[in-house]
């Protein structure tokens, strides 16, 4: 019973939370919202979880600042530049010796995070998410995978 309390208040205070906007959309374009068809689709990846902790944020696109709560950025097709904000976490234990940034441990880790362009193009229609690799030198490579459902 206790646990059947605990979960409806979890998925009340998740409800709560998306209901208020936390993750947002951004239409990056002038002019009326377009239909679906006519725009392509960036979404963020906050935290992936595989090997590594990490994520992928908005920077900026097209040098307009995004704020960190947009997760999904709506844009005309075409060439567009995203500043890419990385996120990984690393064991400090490695920081000055051979970095392997694909480590399982996450355990007394720290968060690196940087700002990396990437210049992408899109078409409208499609929807596209951001992922990252990582360097050996600590930082990260972004990525734009096409994910689009036909």
Do not use: W
Request: one cysteine or more; charged letters at 20%; aromatic letters at 6%.
């Amino acid at each position: 019973m206790a646990h059947s309390r605990h979960l409806l208040f979890v998925s009340l205070a998740l409800a709560a939370l998306l209901s208020a906007g936390c993750a947002a959309t951004a239409r990056l374009y002038s002019g009326p919202e377009l239909p679906r068809d006519q725009v392509a689709v960036i979404e963020a990846n906050p935290m992936m979880h595989d090997f590594t902790a990490r994520g992928a944020l908005f920077g900026s696109v097209d040098g307009a600042h995004v704020r960190g709560t947009v997760l999904r950025i709506d844009v005309l097709p075409g060439t567009h530049t995203v500043e890419v904000q990385c996120s990984f976490r690393i064991k400090p234990t490695l920081l000055g010796t051979d970095f392997d940034p694909l480590t399982p441990i996450t355990r007394h880790s720290i968060m690196r995070q940087s700002r990396v362009p990437l210049t992408v193009q899109v078409e409208a229609g499609h929807t596209y998410q951001l992922d990252v690799e990582f360097t050996r030198e600590q930082t990260c490579k972004p990525l734009l995978k096409d994910i689009t459902v036909r």
